[in-house]
């Protein structure tokens, strides 16, 4: 079964530094968002992505966070300078090209910030 | 998005059927009701969606009120593997590219 991979699936860094979360969604889907879950809260939308732009973004999406899809393969999260309350669960998902479909999720990096 | 209501928590026990209930009694004619679930810390899975008839797949059974005011997943034997945080979702599909947005969700508990 086609599966959305994310790596890594740890990562820890110091306060301001920047970090670059990967994803590569399935092969056929055209649409790609990132969620965060802080631990204990709700899953909470980031940003959706498609046809090379922003569809659509969160208050949480600020001016620190971009998302890049550099090539046909990869689709990345960067966070320009980390903040203590950036440490949470990252999932990335995609959907394919029509609506009424699903959406399947990556098993998430955890990113920790010190 | 319509907002959904769910029970914080449920149990129950491995083998008999799991029943988790959904109120959405805003929801509107284009929206959709979606399940899916999270495995501990996992990526949220997705488990079955459905308009307005019931749907049942390989997982599940969703049983949509007529009025669409509520709804009911089913999981007919529960085993071990099934305890999660389970989501109800309603999403309106005019657009493509649309967010989910997660409540609380019900945590559901098999015992054996």
């Known amino acids: 079964e086609p599966e959305v991979t994310q790596t890594p699936s740890h990562q820890v860094t110091q306060m301001g530094q920047e970090v670059i979360l990967r994803c590569v969604p399935i092969?056929?889907?055209?649409?790609f968002y990132w969620y965060r879950q802080i631990l204990g809260q709700k899953v909470e939308f980031l940003v959706s992505?498609?046809?090379?732009?922003?569809?659509?973004k969160s208050e949480i999406f600020d001016d620190q966070f971009s998302v890049e899809r550099p090539d046909g393969s990869n689709f990345t999260l960067k966070i320009r300078s980390t903040k203590l309350e950036d440490s949470a669960m990252y999932f990335c998902?995609?959907?394919?090209?029509?609506?009424?479909?699903?959406?399947?999720f990556g098993q998430g990096t955890r990113l920790t910030v010190v | 998005d319509a907002k959904t209501t769910q029970p914080p928590s449920m149990d129950c026990a491995e083998g008999r059927a799991a029943n988790l209930p959904c109120n959405h009694s805003t929801i509107s004619g284009n929206e959709y009701v979606y399940w899916y679930r999270q495995i501990h810390s996992q990526g949220p899975q997705y488990i079955i969606h459905g308009l307005k008839n019931n749907e049942t797949n390989e997982m599940a059974s969703l049983i949509i009120t007529e009025d669409r005011k509520s709804s009911t997943l089913i999981l007919p034997h529960a085993t071990l593997r099934d305890t999660a945080v389970y989501y109800c979702i309603v999403r309106s599909e005019i657009q493509g590219a649309q967010k989910l947005v997660f409540g609380q969700g019900t945590r559901l508990t098999i015992n054996p």
């Open positions: 998902a995609s959907t394919r090209d029509r609506p009424n479909t699903e959406a399947f």
């Open positions: 092969s056929n889907h055209l649409y």
């Open positions: 992505f498609y046809n090379n732009e922003i569809s659509e």
